[in-house]
């Protein structure tokens, strides 16, 4: 069992930055990394950024890329998001969760975390 803990969230004005914080424990030695995954109202859950556990390894959404930057603390289990340039279309609430295997878009574990609102203001 993985437990996932999301924090950091918060409103901001549009081009304004955030940083997120997931905090895992539990059997995370399951996954190749962890991911970042956001909903916004009325829409599906989409991918936003992955980290791999063994390396620097990342990769992003189209819609985020140069924006949004991945990062892990390994010793802490805990991934980050940083969020800069935000946009009103990056108005959701962030989860984090597994990524196996690398490469995949998918959320890896079944429970997700409480996740965190981030609001963008025109």
């Known amino acids: 069992q993985v437990q996932l803990v999301e924090s950091g969230g918060g409103l901001v004005q549009a081009g304004g930055s955030l940083r997120l914080s997931c905090a895992a424990s539990?059997?995370?030695?399951?996954?190749?990394?962890m991911g970042w995954f956001r909903q916004a109202p009325g829409k599906e859950r989409e991918f936003v950024a992955a980290?791999?556990?063994?390396?620097?390894?990342?990769y992003y959404a189209d819609s985020v890329k140069g924006r949004f930057i991945i990062s892990s603390d390994n010793a802490k289990n805990t991934v980050y998001l940083q969020m800069n340039s935000l946009k009103p279309e990056d108005t959701a609430v962030y989860y984090c969760n597994g990524i196996r295997p690398w490469g995949t878009r998918s959320p890896l574990y079944g429970s997700w975390g409480q996740g965190t609102q981030v609001t963008v203001s025109s």
């Open positions: 539990g059997r995370t030695v399951s996954s190749s990394g």
């Open positions: 980290i791999s556990w063994s390396g620097p390894s990342t």
